[in-house]
């Protein structure tokens, strides 16, 4: 009889180098927002993804930066938690990048005592003379760690890495039922793709100043119905959101519905509701009450 493998597979690198893109093509799930503006994974999600004879543990965190309030304070100490418990560690990078933002955390990579992928990722935009300079760029840099050319947007080798992955798994039984897809409460997934639509369409300051909290979910066999907060720091920071006689607010509310109705594959009914919740993020009580500081 074939062993079973399981095992935790941790995802760091820069913000906006495809980790949420690569995580959800591992999973076949939209389990991470995406969107082009950076520091969108606030939070270390987990991932599973099982077959007969394994069970893979993926876990997307924030993207690495120099933390300059609270709140990121707290997502660095999420990024620090994947060093822990770690079984094979994917160090994410793009075309053309040369160093992670914090250098504390290369010197880890670089001293792991576990197996490292290092995934360059976005080789459809570039040329192969550059990306043969780039694979030897990383190899001088991580000589230990097994370099591996991928498109996660294209799932380009996204098979192939998931392969190896599994390889390099400890045998274990699963951590998880088997059926389980993630860690998160359904909640959190409303709380995300709300939080997405506001990413998507609003500017500067605003996206980085909400939090969403959903206060109600109830769910009988033909609805859900939903009804979430979002918070922001500032009196004008709500009007903002709100927008003229309420369109923006609501432009946000349909397109976060839709994405719900196919997440939980049922019809959702959406309220949603801004209140001032002042400079939450640099407020500890505050982060601990929305998930951040455990």
Known sequence: MKQHKAGFVNIIGNPNVGKSTLMNAFVGEKLSIITSKAQTTRHRILGIVNGDDF??????TPGIIKPAYELQNSMMDFVKSAFEDA?????MVEIGEKALKDESFFR????????????LNKIDTTEQEILEEQVQYWQAQLPKAEIHPISALQNFNVKEVFE?????LPEAPPYYPKDQLTDKPERFFVNETIREKILMHYKKEIPY????ETEEFLEDDEIIRIRSV??????SQKGIIIGHKGSALKRVGVEARKDLE???DKQVYLELYVKVNKNWRSNERQLKRFGYNK
């Open 230 to 235: 979002v918070m922001v720091e500032r009196d």
């Open 108 to 119: 880890k990579i670089e001293n792991s005592k576990i197996p490292v992928l290092l995934l």
């Open 55 to 60: 069970q893979v543990i993926l876990s997307d």
């Open 164 to 168: 190896r992955i599994v390889e390099l």
């Open 262 to 264: 196919k997440f939980f």
């Open 87 to 91: 079984d094979v560690l994917l160090y």
């Open 209 to 212: 100043s909400v939090e969403i």
